[in-house]
T-cell receptor, first 111, second 115 residues
Framework: SQQGEEDPQALSIQEGENATMNCSYK?????LQWYRQNSGRGLVHLIL?????REKHSGRLRVTLDTSKKSSSLLITASLAADTASYFC???????????FGAGTTVTVRA | SQTIHQWPATLVQPVGSPLSLECTVE??????LYWYRQAAGRGLQLLFY??????ISSEVPQNLSASRPQDRQFILSSKKLLLSDSGFYLC??????????????FGPGTRLTVL
């Protein structure tokens, strides 16, 4: 079953603007990961944040995790047209090798 | 470096026909392997995972089966396809015995249309 729920389902922004999407989950997790999927392609891992971390950065990406609220956010700063994709959160529920994926947020960056 | 291959990229099959999708991983040993299905505009549903040769765990009851005849080969099969089997099938791997932090690496996917 899907553990994570992304919000919003879709987002349209202008190039140069920031994009923020959220992920909520229901049970305790070991870590939370974000993936990107370009149309018709496989998923690409973006960033992993552990349950004892609150914020993590990777290039133009910033991820936060609030375990008390069971939520995470992904911020893409200074967006580019190439950031157009679907973004998924995935949670690891202490099962070592299984991830539960949300339904994703589709981001469209207009040039 | 590690790479993951899936084939075919696209497949159109009639209802009731058999199915065989193949996934192979290069550049690593004893990976954990996964099959996911993604319906149009939806998230990923885990179908099967494997932690070793011949070891298959099924996540949902369905018309599909999986096999791992070799360490780095994962096959998804069906004896008789249903219309509901249409979707985008993704194979993924993660480092075996990786402990609690398990990034997954995905293949390019197979688009299956059952008519």
């Amino acid at each position: 079953s899907q553990q994570g729920e992304e919000d919003p389902q879709a987002l349209s922004i202008q190039e140069g603007e920031n994009a923020t999407m959220n992920c909520s989950y229901k049970t305790s997790i070991n870590n939370l990961q974000w993936y990107r999927q370009n149309s018709g392609r496989g998923l690409v891992h973006l960033i992993l944040i552990r349950s004892n971390e609150r914020e993590k950065h990777s290039g133009r990406l910033r991820v936060t995790l609030d375990t008390s609220k069971k939520s995470s956010s992904l911020l893409i700063t200074a967006s580019l047209a190439a950031d157009t994709a679907s973004y998924f959160c995935a949670t690891d529920r202490f099962q070592g090798y299984k991830l539960s994926f949300g339904a994703g947020t589709t981001v469209t960056v207009r040039a | 470096s590690q790479t993951i291959h899936q084939w075919p990229a696209t497949l159109v099959q009639p209802v009731g026909s058999p199915l065989s999708l193949e996934c192979t991983v290069e550049g690593t040993s004893n990976p954990n392997l996964y099959w996911y299905r993604q319906a149009a505009g939806r998230g990923l549903q885990l179908l099967f995972y494997s932690v070793g040769i011949g070891q298959i765990s099924s996540e949902v009851p369905q018309n599909l089966s999986a096999s791992r005849p070799q360490d780095r080969q994962f096959i998804l099969s069906s004896k008789k396809l249903l219309l509901s089997d249409s979707g985008f099938y993704l194979c993924a791997w993660s480092p075996g015995l990786a402990g609690p932090y398990n990034e997954q690496f995905f293949g390019p996917g197979t688009r299956l249309t059952v008519l």
